[in-house]
């Protein structure tokens, strides 16, 4: 059984910063491309960013140049650093794990979920 655990979420003012974590563990092959997706009340579950098995990253419109994604392989765990938080960035805060090939940007292709993490953004 493969357990993903996300931590880190909390409420934080505009401008402010947070960093998430995410810890995998249990009986998987191979922890290939983790993401973080994040979903807002009422809206669909979007992806934030992603880091592929040779540390590749991939990140959205929104993310880019305020998050920061990387990956300790030996500890099988992911990060998100999010500075200048905004209203808009409020959230609950999934990690997904891939245990095929490639670098999926749809959730229905990551095998294995979190349970999430909120974090909320005041202004």
């Known amino acids: 059984q493969v357990q993903v655990v996300e931590s880190g979420g909390g409420l934080m003012q505009t401008g402010g910063s947070l960093r998430l974590s995410c810890a995998v563990s249990g009986d998987i092959f191979r922890v290939n491309t983790m993401a973080w997706f994040r979903q807002a009340p009422g809206k669909r579950r979007e992806l934030v960013a992603l880091?592929?098995?040779?540390?590749?990253?991939n990140y959205s419109d929104s993310a880019k140049g305020r998050f920061s994604i990387w990956r300790v392989d030996a500890e099988r765990s992911m990060y998100l650093q999010l500075n200048s938080l905004k209203p808009e960035d409020t959230a609950v805060y999934y990690c997904?794990?891939?245990?095929?090939?490639?670098?999926?940007?749809?959730?229905?292709?990551?095998?294995?979920w979190g349970q999430g993490t909120q974090v909320t953004v005041s202004s």
């Open positions: 880091i592929d098995y040779n540390h590749t990253t």
């Open positions: 997904a794990v891939s245990d095929g090939f490639g670098s999926p940007l749809l959730s229905s292709e990551y095998d294995y």
